[in-house]
Nanobody, 121 residues
Framework: QVQLVESGGGLVQPGGSLRLSCAHS????????MGWYRQAPEKERELVAA???????TYLDSVKGRFTISRDNSLNTMYLQMNSLKPEDTAVYYC???????????????WGQGTQVTVSS
């Protein structure tokens, strides 16, 4: 079955850095899009960064210049490098991807379980 496993979260002081990883397995079709969402307590889940099959990226305005999304296809892993972290970045971060099921001609979406990022002094 498809699995997405996040890692790299933790506690960091403001101005610090973390790198989140999302390893995926069991996907038998092409990956169309990959991305990171986050959800803070009592807030709606929001898209942080995304990357499509062609390598084009998009970012939440508040993280532009600080966060970088990337992928390593050989390792079946995507990353979110987070620099200059701020307290408002505190949230649970989730990885997600869309796979194209060519058998049924549909997109399928998968989610990881999330990893906690806490930015506090």
């Amino acid at each position: 079955q498809v699995q997405l496993v996040e890692s790299g979260g933790g506690l960091v002081q403001p101005g610090g850095s973390l790198r989140l990883s999302c390893a995926h397995s069991g996907i038998g079709f092409s990956i169309e899009n990959m991305g990171w969402y986050r959800q803070a307590p009592e807030k709606e889940r929001e898209l942080v960064a995304a990357i499509n099959r062609g390598g084009s990226t998009t970012y939440l305005d508040s993280v532009k210049g600080r966060f970088t999304i990337s992928r390593d296809n050989s390792l079946n892993t995507m990353y979110l490098q987070m620099n200059s972290l701020k307290p408002e970045d505190t949230a649970v971060y989730y990885c997600t991807l869309y796979g194209w099921d060519s058998i049924h001609n549909i997109l399928r979406r998968y989610w990881g379980q999330g990893t906690q990022v806490t930015v506090s002094s």
